[in-house]
């Protein structure tokens, strides 16, 4: 099992710095540092830019090559990742916002898994009763619902229960609130902070699984083997549980790393409506200020986080298939 | 092994006026209606009948695994206790401890993610308080009981390392897991090759033995009926239309359809090719049924009151019940004194031309690959090995053998119609690999045609008949016209009706549908027809009409035909010669007579015996060759013979000859009628 | 190589004989058309659906001739004003009136969604059927870009390139289509793959009839209503991710509209002027939630193995 893992995690290893380096030769293309300080008063000159921008690797008058050469040494000896245009290091940046952005991406899909598939188990076994079809028409209506409208939503939904309540009982906006002291007293702020990102983040996810798990289930409680468990004296249920569940579970645990970007990409419609200062809303700063090393930052923290997801996924499958051990 | 008159054992299983309802979207279709049943320990009684006519059904509905949404009515009293109604606790308590159940595909029947040996010890677990390493040993004991080879090793693999055969043993072994009363064997061999069916059978009489059970073993196979049940019911649209001992009741069989049914089954052992006595007509549907006897419309000796009330099962000797009101004008005729046997058809003259089809050599592998993304090849799968055989216009050459024996492969090779990779395909008389102008290769490909095994699956459902039978015709250039003419002649040559242009294959039976591929592989007036497997998708008593049609027209248009078919009572009836495939070798050619005759391959003697009899004194009394083991992979052939492992001749043989068959493979020479490939005759 | 195994005897549970199929095709093109419009007609969230979409679509041609705003002009004297009987929807911090940059957001969302289906349904095709039928390396090569594709972060690309070019609405179409195909793509290639198994595929190909003609007369047709079925989904994942663009900023930008930028500018105002976002928001999911459901109409009328469409 673990050099099964282990083969696996040094495919998605490559799969990070392919993507990485890509992302740098597509952001340097696409974005220009010079722009930073084109609208600057009073004007520099294209030399005075080029000068500015040097010490920081991003110099235009060197090649594209030239640049890579020296962001990637930077990554590779010193995990330097490079700095703004304006040179504010991304070092700095990245810790914390990583830290924020990746609970939030780490709550997000282990709620939408755990619910959705949840969902599906419980109505797959009650086909067309009305549970049944009341989750799927409450689904496929979620499954439509943008990112963006779902959480504005929320947010209208809880300023109007702080309103009606008269104190602040959900968070809204930030990651945590300023001036806060003490261990509980800071984790149970952050935690309130949390709880409206991960319900959106777990409203748009969880309606994918519920849907998969529900007829993934449905296509193993009519296999014959479920009727053969039966045959040997398990009741309904015990077989379900037993054999038709766990068989259900496998092509579902190979699929949560294809959803992690999808996640990733929720995680930045959120982050910016909610205000927190994570990966996501780095993301679209970066891009508004054509910080090349920061963007490619985000984008290997993506990869990354799909890396792990899929590395957990191969875990969940060894655990649950154990014809991978074998073979 | 004859049966005695009264049973021996006692009464394990009564079942009463047991009634099926299936909802379907025409509203509640009964499946069975009004079954009776008794099965006594130590005994089986065989359940016979065609697709539909409710007989897994009866099954389900007994161990109380109908799908939801059908309902059982009636009496099932297993040793006095009601078993229709229980809730799924109650009858989960009886399910796998009193009766065991095996499937008929059991590829699908084992759960892929758990050790077989585990599956079996589980089985055990649910039905008595016994510690995980009790219930381990007694599933290897299991294993071993069913003939699972070294037991305690293979116990821990996981289904898909196990072949067809070595999973319904499996099957069986978590159906006696826990000693039951009584052991329901639905189809257990359909799915499986003759050699591997006989030792199925053989577990399954090893089971009863050391159980004492009854069995209820459902079939449609008349061979297997003989061969090994007590008690056979006849199932027609959904009843019970005959029930007799078995001696008695193929030997006097007292209701037409019964009749009908062993006459359109060919015989292993004819001699002489006579048309076969087919019943008219198919089965009716479910939501179809005529009012009165359900046979009645396919029925020679139907009268007016047939068609009125449906004849209640009655008893009209000591242990023969028939619902037929005909029994009496029945009884000890034979089935071409009912039933019209076809016309024989008139020998045509055969064309003295040269082969129509030459093969030589004929080699094909497949590489052996390993790992998903870098894709590394392994080794090399020898699917077909120097093959070579030629067949003349008029002749019917049978290729014969097991899955996995590379016959199939054979037959796309030749079809392709390009350079194969290893010997020569000549059709009529032109080397295929050769450089052919363009209208000389459209000749060639209209001279060979096939018909598929699954109707179904052959025509493309989205397009009416005449757009099916034209295709092949346009793609030979005809012209409108011409292509609107033939399409009625060839409808007319296979007999449907003209009306059956503008209809879509979904609203054609399964023999109509086989007759659809037969006219359309005839429209471009081929030369050889390449029959894979043609009757075997269809019900038996359909089978008789389409071998008959073939037959007509082999003789009526001096056609050549090459079959792949597993059933060799097919294969008797209608090949001129023969040759038997093994991992992708022939080891045994020559005439049909001669081979069935005279088989001289010790592969050939095992595989002809495999074959059953529908005939209990013939079946039940001759001498029978099963074969240990099982065909090895064609991914590592031995360097001498490919059947060495498994030869039953073998360890008779001169210490130097068994050297001799394990390191040179021998090659095919003339011995006797036939032409073998074996060192030791 | 292959498993004999006599089909006629597997006596199911339902024991129904091959020929008892209840979905029998009438024999006419026209009437076949007829046969899915009645299935279709049957399913009544369907045909909601299609009503929905219908208004939805007018509203965007014909909404603009209701109102004497157009969705550029301000209103200096109504900045910021509820629904009022000037302003049906509404107006923003610039005087912009809601119910005129609603219709032109919704018509740009469509516009955009429609032709960004349409090239996707066409690349998804081309790609996945022809790597199914060509096989080979051709085969592995473009399921390795596909999957390549899928795991990119393809988001991050969508914003780069389209905060270059700097908001204009038209390049979003191209944009969009290169980063929409893949799924498509990938379930176009397993189905086709499937059906170049079909025993009916491989008789014409040994009957002579020629490639192309087996493709279009053998397998488009059967393709024919996934294409459909994708079609609609196509919309609904376009509308969403440019609407995610848009609201971040690097889709559609000002001074143009589409219906994520109006969410944009209503986000900030959410609890003070809620009609901002309400408006845009509930046409959006109006759009997406209606072709939806004619989408899974369509999925029930179109496949014959349906029992959602009830009988025909």
Redesign the interface.
């Known amino acids: 099992m673990v050099r099964y893992v282990a083969r696996k995690a040094i495919g998605w290893l490559a799969m990070i710095i392919v993507a990485t380096n890509a992302t740098f030769f597509l952001a340097s293309w696409f974005l220009d540092p010079r722009s930073n300080y084109r609208e600057l008063r009073p004007v520099r000159t294209e030399d005075q830019i080029a000068h500015a921008l040097a010490p920081y690797g991003l110099s235009p008058r060197w090649s594209v090559v030239h640049r890579w050469w020296y962001w990637l040494s930077g990554v590779v000896l010193h995990f330097d990742w490079g700095h703004s245009p304006t040179g504010v290091p991304v070092n700095s940046e990245i810790p914390r916002r990583a830290l924020v952005s990746g609970q939030l991406i780490l709550l997000g899909v282990v709620a939408s898994v755990v619910i959705g598939v949840a969902l599906g188990v419980y109505t797959a076994s009650r086909q067309y009763s009305l549970a049944d079809r009341a989750t799927q028409t409450l689904s496929v209506v979620l499954f439509n619902v943008p990112t963006v409208v779902s959480a504005l939503g929320l947010v209208l939904a809880a300023v109007w229960l702080n309103q009606r309540v008269g104190t602040t009982v959900l968070h809204v906006a930030g990651a945590n609130t300023a001036g806060v002291d003490g261990t509980w007293a800071t984790i149970l702020d952050r935690a309130n902070h949390l709880i409206l990102p991960t319900v959106n983040l777990t409203l748009l996810g969880y309606v994918g699984w519920h849907l998969t798990q529900r007829s993934l289930l449905l296509d193993a409680l009519g296999a014959d083997f479920v009727r053969t468990a039966r045959a040997t004296g398990l009741t309904r249920t015990q077989a379900i549980r037993r054999h038709a569940l766990r068989a259900s579970l496998i092509p579902t645990a190979t699929s949560v790393a294809f959803t992690i970007p999808a996640v990733f990409t929720g995680a930045i419609i959120t982050e910016t409506v909610f205000g927190w200062e994570g990966m996501g809303r780095y993301f679209t700063e970066t891009i508004a200020k054509n910080d090349v090393d920061g963007v490619v930052a985000v984008a290997a923290f993506g990869a990354v986080a799909t890396a792990v997801g899929a590395i957990l996924s191969d875990v969940a499958t060894v655990v649950l298939d154990p014809r991978v051990r074998v073979s | 092994m004859t049966s005695p008159t009264t049973p021996a054992g006692k009464r394990v299983l009564s079942v009463r006026d047991l009634t099926v309802t299936?909802q379907?979207?025409?509203g509640p279709v009964e499946?069975v209606r009004g079954v009776d049943l008794d099965l006594y320990a130590g005994r089986t009684l065989a359940l016979v009948?065609?697709?539909?006519?409710?007989?897994?059904?009866t099954a389900?509905s007994i161990?109380g695994?109908?799908?939801p949404g059908?309902r059982a009515r009636g009496e099932v009293l297993l040793d006095g206790q009601e078993l229709l109604g229980l809730d799924?606790?109650r009858m989960?308590?009886?399910?796998?401890?009193r009766v065991?159940?095996v499937?008929?595909?059991p590829l699908?029947?084992?759960?892929?993610?758990?050790?077989v040996g585990r599956q079996v010890a589980?089985?055990v677990r649910?039905?008595s308080k016994v510690s995980k390493q009790a219930a381990w040993r007694r599933a290897v004991e299991l294993l071993d009981l069913v003939g699972i080879p070294r037991p305690q090793l293979r116990a821990r693999?996981?289904p898909?390392?196990f072949s067809?055969g070595m999973r319904q043993r499996v099957?069986i072994a978590?159906?006696i897991?826990?000693d039951p009363d009584l052991i329901i064997a639905?189809?257990p061999t359909?799915?499986l090759?003759v050699t591997v069916q006989a030792q199925i059978l053989e577990v399954l009489e090893v089971a009863k033995a050391e159980t004492g059970a009854a069995v209820l073993l459902?079939t449609?196979?008349l061979g297997v009926v003989a061969g090994h049940a007590d008690e056979v019911a006849v199932m027609y649209a959904?009843r019970v239309v005959e029930r007799a001992e078995v001696g008695e009741l193929f030997a006097t069989p007292a209701m037409p359809y019964t009749l009908g049914l062993l006459g359109s089954v060919p015989s292993p052992e004819a001699t002489r090719r006579l048309p076969l006595v087919p019943i008219e007509g198919?089965?009716p549907?479910?939501?179809?049924r005529p009012a009165g006897c359900p046979f009645a419309p396919r029925c020679p000796l139907v009268r007016d009151d047939c068609r009125d009330k449906e004849p209640a099962l009655t008893e009209i000797r000591q242990r023969h019940d028939v619902a037929c009101v005909r029994a009496a004008d029945v009884l000890g005729r034979r089935p071409e004194d009912v039933f019209a046997r076809a016309e024989e058809p008139a020998v045509a003259p055969a064309p003295a031309a040269g082969p129509v089809l030459r093969v030589n050599g004929l080699g094909r592998t497949f590489p052996v690959t390993k790992g998903a993304?870098l894709r590394r090849r392994v080794g090399t799968l020898q699917?077909v090995s120097g093959v070579s055989f030629s067949i003349r216009a008029g002749e019917t050459f049978c290729l014969v053998g097991e899955?996995?024996s590379?016959k199939?492969?054979t037959l796309l090779e030749i079809?392709r119609l390009r350079p194969p990779e290893s010997g020569t395909v000549e059709v009529l008389g032109v080397d295929v690999a050769g450089l052919l102008p363009a209208p000389e290769r459209?000749r060639l490909?209209?001279a060979?045609?096939?018909v598929?095994?699954?109707p179904?699956?052959?025509?493309?459902?989205?397009?009416?008949v005449f757009e099916l039978l034209a295709?092949?015709l346009?793609?030979?250039g005809y012209a409108a016209e011409a292509t609107r003419d033939r399409v009625v002649e060839v409808l007319d040559l296979v007999g449907l009706p003209r009306d059956s242009l503008?209809?879509?294959p979904?609203?054609?039976?399964?023999g109509?549908?086989q007759r659809l591929t037969i006219a359309?592989a005839l429209a471009?007036k081929p030369r050889l027809l390449v029959l894979?497997?043609p009757v075997?998708?269809?019900?038996?008593s359909?089978q008789a009409s389409v071998l008959n049609l073939l037959a007509r027209l082999k003789s009526q248009l001096g056609l050549a035909y090459l079959v792949v078919?597993?059933?060799l009572a097919v294969v008797r009836h209608i090949a001129d010669r023969i040759a038997v495939m093994y991992l992708g070798h022939i080891v045994e050619t020559g005439g049909a007579e001669e081979l069935f005759a005279q088989p001289r391959h010790p592969y050939t003697r095992a595989l002809l015996s495999a074959v059953p009899i529908p005939d209990p004194e013939r079946e039940r009394s001759r001498e029978r060759i099963v074969l240990r083991g099982e065909q090895r992979s064609a991914a590592n052939l031995p360097a001498g013979c490919v059947f060495a492992d498994r030869c039953q001749l073998r360890p008779t043989l001169a210490t130097d000859l068994q050297e001799l068959c394990g390191t040179r493979r021998p090659l095919l020479e003339q011995s006797g009628g036939t032409t073998v490939a074996c060192h030791a005759v | 190589m292959t498993a004999t195994l006599p089909t006629g005897s597997l006596d199911g549970p339902l024991d129904a004989p091959p020929g008892a199929r209840v979905d029998v095709p009438p024999p006419l093109r026209l009437g076949r058309l007829r046969l899915y419009a009645r299935r279709f007609a049957r399913n009544r969230s369907a045909v909601v659906g299609v009503i929905i979409f219908v208004l939805l679509v007018a509203y965007s041609v014909l909404g603009g001739l209701f109102t004497p705003w157009d969705w550029s002009r301000q209103d200096f004297l109504a900045l910021t004003q509820p629904p009022s009987g000037s302003h049906w929807f509404g107006t923003n911090q610039g005087g912009n009136d809601i119910y005129a940059q609603s219709v032109h957001g919704l018509q740009r969302s469509l516009v955009i969604a429609l032709s960004v289906s349409v090239l996707t349904i066409v690349i998804a095709a081309v790609v996945g059927a022809g790597a199914a039928y060509l096989g080979g390396r051709v085969e592995r090569w473009a399921l390795a870009l596909i999957h390549f594709l899928l795991v990119v972060p393809s988001f991050l690309i969508l914003a780069l390139v389209s905060n270059r070019v700097s908001g204009d609405w038209r390049v979003l179409i191209p944009l969009l289509t290169v980063f929409g195909w893949m799924f498509t793509a990938r379930v176009i290639w397993s189905v086709s793959t499937s059906l170049r198994e079909r025993d009916y595929v491989l008789l014409a190909e040994f009957m002579g009839v020629s490639r192309w003609r087996i493709v279009l007369r053998h397998i488009i047709p059967h393709l024919g209503a996934l294409l459909i079925v994708n079609f609609t989904l196509g919309i609904v994942s376009t509308v969403l991710a440019e609407t995610s663009l848009s609201f971040l900023g690097f889709g559609v930008k000002t001074p143009d509209v589409s219906l994520g930028s109006l969410l944009a500018d209503g986000s900030g105002t959410i609890t003070s002027a809620p009609w901002l976002f309400a408006f845009p928001a509930g046409l959006l999911v109006l759009l997406t939630v209606s072709v939806t459901l004619i989408g899974d109409g369509l999925r029930d009328a179109l496949d014959p193995t349906s029992m959602v469409g009830g009988r025909a």
């Open positions: 299936f379907s979207e025409r499946a009948g065609e697709s539909g006519s409710g007989k897994s059904a389900t161990i695994l109908l799908p059908a799924d606790r989960s308590a009886v399910r796998g401890r065991g159940m499937f008929q595909d699908s029947a084992l759960t892929p993610i758990f050790a589980d089985a649910v039905h693999d996981f898909h390392q067809g099957v978590l159906a897991a826990n639905d189809e359909t799915a090759d459902i449609h196979d959904g198919e089965p549907a479910p939501s179809q993304v699917a899955s996995g590379g199939t492969t079809l459209r490909r209209q060979v045609q096939i598929m095994q699954d179904q699956g052959a025509l493309d459902p989205r397009l009416p295709e092949p346009r793609a030979a503008d209809r879509f979904a609203a054609f039976s399964g109509q549908r359309r471009t894979d497997e075997s998708a269809l019900d038996v359909v078919a597993h059933d």
